[in-house]
């Protein structure tokens, strides 16, 4: 079993909307998070980090911690056609964080319908 | 310009051969990470480098070794690749551990 999971698997969401897009670790230990974005034939790209609970912004898009469920999630509001890709979670427990370890979810493949 | 870059970009070997994949930063990162990419799997950590001669496995490092001779460049070799191994492989690069990852564009590797 994968200790990042993310749902929904795929996602589609009509231009203008909001995209949420959940992940869950089932390690207690992970404290860290980032959200990764990758388009079709690229590498993945960070988005942002979160480390602290409760939420974190940046322009239109907002991350949410909580760590007492084990719980990060990511929205994206007034989608664009543009944030279609594949976006991956990515933890880290404090241990590893030295390391530079992380730990990547399976990803959510999003669409946005124009 | 920050960059990360990866060759060959597409590669096709039969099993047995050895295969070398390369992968170069231009921003001095310290650190730099190869992966590799299958669906429904994410992205699993195969090897991680420290700097120069400074390298750790990751996850998955079986069937894999590497190089890190100049602080910029860091390859991943396949001794005796298998069909297993076909994958995308990403290299990726930050300024220190637990830093953002840059990531490169991916080599495509298929071993018939």
């Known amino acids: 079993q994968q200790k990042v999971q993310q749902s929904p698997e795929s996602l589609s969401v009509p231009e203008g909307g909001m995209a949420s897009l959940n992940c869950t670790s089932s390690?207690?230990?992970?404290?860290y998070f980032w959200w990764y974005r990758q388009h079709s034939g690229e590498g993945p790209k960070a988005l942002m980090?979160?480390?602290?609970?409760g939420d974190k912004k940046e322009g239109r898009f907002t991350a949410h911690l909580n760590k007492a469920s084990l719980h990060v999630s990511l929205h994206i509001r007034d989608s664009q056609p543009s944030d279609s890709a594949l976006y991956f979670c990515?933890?880290?427990?404090?241990?590893?964080?030295?390391?530079?370890?992380?730990?990547f979810g399976q990803g959510t493949k999003l669409s946005i319908k124009p | 310009d920050m960059k990360v870059t990866q060759m060959p970009r597409y590669l096709i070997k039969r099993m047995g051969e050895n295969v070398l994949l390369e992968c170069g930063q231009d921003?001095?990162?310290?650190?730099m990470y190869w992966y590799r990419q299958d669906p429904g799997l994410g992205l699993q950590l195969i090897y991680i480098?420290?700097?120069?001669?400074?390298?750790s496995e990751g996850d998955i490092p079986k069937g894999y070794r590497v190089s890190r001779k100049k602080r910029e460049h860091f390859s991943l070799i396949l001794d005796s690749a298998k069909t297993n191994q076909t994958s995308v492989y990403f290299c990726?690069?930050?300024?220190?551990?637990?830093?953002?990852?840059?990531f490169g564009p991916g080599t495509r590797l298929t071993v018939l």
């Open positions: 390690d207690r230990n992970f404290q």
């Open positions: 990726a690069s930050s300024l220190g551990r637990g830093r953002e990852q840059y």
């Open positions: 980090s979160i480390f602290s609970d």
């Open positions: 480098s420290y700097d120069v001669d400074s390298n």
């Open positions: 921003m001095s990162h310290e650190t």
């Open positions: 990515a933890a880290s427990d404090p241990r590893n964080y030295n390391q530079g370890k992380l730990i």
